[in-house]
């Protein structure tokens, strides 16, 4: 069989449909998988030995464009998460067996309807992708541990990228896309409190999370020696490189921590208590601890009128350094751990 796995999405986003790759692998001799991805999170995919070939679209395709990229011979494709676009572009390229949820009026275009509502976050993402490969009549089982692939030399890169940084080398990625996110102060007293107990620290994320965190209390000559900047200076797959190098990942709930997980990284993340971001769902699959700040779940951020806005400042940079400190001298299977 040639499958088509959907989901051009977010770093998380595809690393957690990477179990479905290793079931197929598993489940069909000589199956052909391909991944759809985003063109930014495709780089990642690379080397994976359960994936054969890596499509991207960007989101501007026209949809002829889309129907040609589904004219490749798949005879299944298996949409992830339902992109209302791709599905009718597969079925008009008639991909013969065509696999989504069956919950959406665009349902009509998969002939493979699945009926598990994920808004019930009664299980790991992993699992309801993997759960998506009965409609092709297979029973999957558990999910394994998704994992990313770096070369010899990506990984002689970052020894040498690292070589001046102390170790142990805590990687601090202060950015993301979230409702709430730890307020840079919070980040800079944990680098100092860290680089006190002689950690090294590298900084990542994007050029413009740099201008925003960097300027507002992380700026590597306010925090003290020992720090290397490394944001906006990197690409995806030198930053692969740097995370496995490193001994613990701190972010928030964000594709590094998911990164970080699937490199063997153990990791310290930070999750805001909205419902859609509950770690039973959400959690990297690695080794390492949740933190979520102890106030009620909600449904969703409403920003300055929740009397719980400060919930994730309510976390300390003591208390996030003292985690640190301990996934780094006895990683754990990973915690949820409410502070």
């Known amino acids: 069989m040639n499958i088509l796995l959907v989901r051009p999405d977010g770093i998380g986003d595809e690393i957690l449909c990477l179990p479905v790759a290793s079931a197929l692998r598993r489940l069909v001799p000589g199956v052909r998988v391909a991944f759809l991805s985003s063109a930014y999170a495709a780089p990642m995919l690379e080397h994976h030995p359960d994936v054969d070939d890596v499509l991207t679209v960007t989101g501007g395709e026209s949809f002829t464009q889309l129907v040609t990229l589904f004219r490749r011979g798949f005879d299944a494709a298996i949409f992830l998460k339902p992109f209302r676009r791709l599905m009718m572009a597969a079925w008009v390229a008639r991909i013969p067996q065509r696999v989504a949820t069956g919950y959406r009026w665009y349902s009509v275009f998969a002939n493979r309807r699945m009926y598990e509502h994920r808004h019930d976050f009664s299980k790991h993402e992993s699992e309801y992708n993997v759960g998506l490969l009965r409609g092709l009549g297979f029973d999957p089982g558990p999910p394994v541990r998704p994992s990313l692939v770096l070369t010899d030399l990506e990984r002689q890169w970052a020894q040498v990228r690292l070589g001046g940084v102390p170790s142990p080398c805590v990687v601090v990625h202060p950015g993301g896309f979230a409702a709430r996110t730890w ?35 992380l700026r590597a000559e306010a925090v003290g020696r020992g720090v290397l900047d490394l944001m906006g200076a990197v690409s995806l797959r030198e930053l692969m490189a740097v995370i496995a190098a ?7 709930a ?76 006895d990683a754990q299977p990973m915690q949820v751990q409410h502070v």
């Open 246 to 252: 490193s001994h613990c990942v701190v972010s928030g």
């Open 254 to 329: 964000t594709g590094p921590a998911h990164m970080a997980a699937a490199l063997g990284t153990p990791t310290v993340s930070l999750f805001d208590p909205r419902r859609n971001n509950l770690p039973i769902r959400w959690k990297p699959l690695g080794v390492g601890v949740v933190l979520r700040p102890d106030v009620p779940t909600c449904e969703k951020c409403i920003y300055e009128a929740c009397p719980y806005w400060d919930c994730l400042d309510r976390i300390t940079a003591e208390q996030v350094a003292a985690r640190v400190r301990q996934v780094v001298q």
């Open 183 to 217: 307020q840079a102060t919070h980040y800079g007293e944990l680098v100092r409190q860290l680089v006190r107990d002689g950690f090294g620290i590298v900084l990542t994320g994007s050029e413009t999370e740099g201008g925003r965190f960097l300027d507002d209390g």
